[in-house]
């Protein structure tokens, strides 16, 4: 494993982090109507697994010899609940993204490193699984085999 470049991946994710506790606290404060009493909350516990999340790789960053960025990534915000929830599950896949990268780093050589991104990465999966439930869903894939008919079994 090399160690550098674990490390700037791991400040990656947690310039991601950092972005996911802002962007989440924003939109909880936003959020207006009747759907505030819904959203706020889920918003606020979305920021909250963010800052946990954070501490997490920002502890490990120290532990493999590296420094913490205090950098975050650029915050998407609306007043509008749909690109609200749009917004989040970019953000939730991306961050799906960056921890499958990391991941692929850290090879078989730190197995306490390798069940931490495995972790999270479960916890960001699912939060792209209720996203896409709560925006209706993605299309169902249609198998090869029925594209040409158009066919979904």
Known sequence: MDKGKVI???N???RWEYTGVVQYTQQSFLIQDVWREVYAPMFRKSADESLGHARLI???IVALGGIPT???AQVQQSTDLHEMLQHSLHFE???VRHYTEALGLCGDDDAALRVLLEDVL??????VDHLQKLLGGQKRA???KDQRKGKVS
Do not use: F, N, T
């Open 8 to 10: 700037d991946k791991l």
């Open 12 to 14: 990656e994710i947690l």
């Open 58 to 60: 920002g502890d490990k």
């Open 70 to 72: 205090v950098e975050r």
């Open 93 to 95: 896949s991306e961050a």
């Open 122 to 127: 479960l916890e960001e999966q699912e939060g």
């Open 142 to 144: 249609v198998p090869a």
